[in-house]
């Protein structure tokens, strides 16, 4: 049995001792992508599979070089693979059209960059509103759900603030928030600490850590081992090919939090000095 299989085989059932598959929020099998370059074809994924079952919490690791970004691009549904299959539901991204795969991107993932991505005009509202402008549904409703999503990461006090206003931490929250609002499939976070600096970057997984308990599906793409740590899967790439696909016990995750937060409390200690 696969890693892959192992992690995903099984949740208790609640009627007995049987146990069901667990549902997945994306399935990823041989999964190719050739560019060509002049006269070159680059290989820049050779036949990936995973799956990631809904409630997971998924670290991508490589060397660059390695079909990071590019397995990146189409789990955005911004690309589509050359041979293979990457689904999200029943729904085969590789099939899709170019409006298909936008509706997919605005109605059933979010995302969170390294660079924020917010729009310097709008409010700490209005950004959350965001993916919610592109489906043409912006409401009371909606307007109360983005309210409270800046409340749930932190900003209930920063509403009306525009992105010059607010510290880089907090413009992660308002992309956290906003990844949220459409209620998607997973989360897709490419760097989510790159620019932020340890204090920081621990409120902001700590919020990862958070929204997986509560059952959110996380996708994580990171250099940085510590971040990675605290995942509770890291898929390493290398060559364009699956490496390891390798589970964090619950210790380790432990471990990896605790470690993290008494080296935020000492850097505190050392400011307040």
């Given at each position: ?50 799956d ?9 690791m490589?060397p ?39 509706e997919?991107r ?35 409703k ?16 920063r509403?009306?603030h525009?992105p ?26 490419d ?49 364009g ?33």
């Amino acid at each position: 049995m696969s890693m892959t299989d192992a992690y995903r085989s099984s949740e208790a059932d609640p009627s007995g001792g049987a146990t069901t598959p667990k549902r997945l929020a994306t399935s990823i099998r041989d999964l190719q992508k050739h560019y060509v370059l002049k006269s070159e074809t680059v290989k820049a994924l050779r036949g990936v599979s995973f799956d990631v079952p809904e409630g997971d919490y998924v670290a991508i690791m490589g060397p660059s070089g390695s079909g990071k970004s590019t397995l990146l691009n189409l789990l955005g549904c911004l690309d589509k693979p050359t041979k293979g299959s990457l689904m999200l539901g029943d729904d085969d991204i590789a099939t899709m059209s170019d409006d298909e795969l936008a509706e997919i991107r605005s109605e059933r993932i979010g995302f969170v960059f390294q660079s924020y991505n917010l729009i310097q005009q709008l409010s700490v509202v209005e950004n959350i509103q965001v993916p919610l402008y592109y489906q043409g549904n912006i409401g009371a409703k909606e307007r109360a759900r983005s309210i409270e999503l800046a409340e749930r990461v932190g900003l209930g006090d920063r509403l009306d603030h525009r992105p010059t206003q607010l510290s880089g931490g907090q413009q992660q929250r308002v992309a956290i928030a906003r990844s949220l609002v459409n209620d998607p499939y997973f989360v897709l976070a490419d760097e989510p600490t790159g620019n932020l600096d340890s204090v920081t970057t621990e409120e902001i997984l700590t919020i990862f850590d958070q929204l997986n308990e509560e059952g959110r599906t996380i996708i994580l793409v990171t250099h940085e081992d510590f971040v990675a740590a605290r995942a509770k899967r890291v898929v390493r790439l290398k060559d364009g090919k699956l490496h390891k696909d390798e589970i964090n016990d619950e210790d380790s995750r432990k471990a990896a939090r605790d470690f993290q937060r008494k080296h935020v409390e000492q850097l505190l200690k050392e400011v307040d000095r």
